[in-house]
């Protein structure tokens, strides 16, 4: 992706090297499957006071000046792309009539609060629909590369997109629909709407990307590939489970790497929001 010299999203919190926050390293979907808990079943929004806080145990990460050279470059690298994601949203709700609301990132290292709880660098890049932020630990950028190999730019700007993905669903009221359903499913449905949701998150990526290339011009050959050799790669499920080594058939957790690539690429090929029903594919 030719990224250099293009603008900067504002919409940034920068949390690097800010300790705190009562994280436990490993606890951060502890954290998140509770909040989710609060808002299944409480109703309405969650009072991040309610959250059971989690014993203080930071371990923060002491950078060399070539690794933290490396990391501000990434960092501006995710920011290009988030301002990419605010151009092509801004232009597509205004299209349809409607107003986008920006998403903020935040940017942390080892562990961070968010209104869904806490989280760790090993929950992987996450949404939060309660704040609207993205947060993301950089570190992941090299472990695309390294554990999931899945290396490239482009990898990392589709994992940006698919997190902006859900805050899209957020801001239609997809999630707030979702919620509900899976509140009152068992627990094989509630894991069906979840693999719907992330695979229309992976769908809205690849409208994302669709109207990146058709109106900035600044994919570069192969970009596509490594969106969806990282989409067959990973997912927040996958890296969720990894984290918290916890075992559950993927049938039941997640759509299968087919199934991302296939999303991905539906909303690559179309740039047609309404082909993103992912809950009513005879498929799913
Ligand atoms: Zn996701």
């Known amino acids: 992706m030719q990224w250099l010299g293009r603008r900067e999203s504002g919409n940034v919190e920068d949390r690097r090297g800010i300790s ?70 801004n232009k597509l709700f205004a299209d349809a009539g409607k107003q986008y609301s920006e998403p903020t990132l935040v940017l942390f290292r080892d562990g961070v609060s968010s209104a869904c709880g806490n989280a760790s660098a090993e929950s992987g890049p996450f949404y939060c629909p309660s704040d609207s932020k993205l947060y993301i630990d950089l570190s992941f950028y090299q472990e695309l590369q390294d554990r999931f190999h899945a290396p490239g730019d482009f990898a990392m700007a589709y994992v940006v997109a698919h997190e902006v993905g859900h805050h899209i669903q957020n801001l239609m009221g997809t ?57 067959n790669a990973i997912g927040d499920d996958r890296l969720q489970k990894q984290a918290t080594g916890e075992v559950v058939p993927d049938a039941f957790t997640h759509g299968t790497s087919a199934q991302r690539v296939y999303w991905f690429k539906k909303g690559f090929q179309t740039g047609d929001i309404k082909q993103g029903d992912t809950f009513n594919s005879p498929d799913l």
């Open 175 to 231: 999630a707030d629909k979702i919620n509900r359903l899976r509140a009152q499913g068992n627990e094989t449905e509630s894991n069906r709407y979840s693999v719907m949701m992330e695979l229309q998150a992976d769908f809205y990526a690849g409208v994302w990307a669709h109207y990146e290339e058709k109106m900035k011009n600044i994919l570069d050959k192969g970009d596509i590939d490594e969106a969806l050799n990282a989409a």
């Open 20 to 89: 705190g926050g009562g994280i436990a390293t490993g606890g951060g979907i502890i954290g998140l499957l509770i909040y989710l808990a609060y808002s299944f079943f409480g109703g309405g929004n969650a009072d991040p006071s309610q959250v059971p806080q989690l014993s203080p145990q930071v371990n923060q990460t002491t950078l060399t000046p070539e690794e933290q050279k490396a990391e501000d470059e990434r960092a501006k690298f995710v920011k290009v792309v988030l301002a990419e994601t605010e151009d092509v949203w």
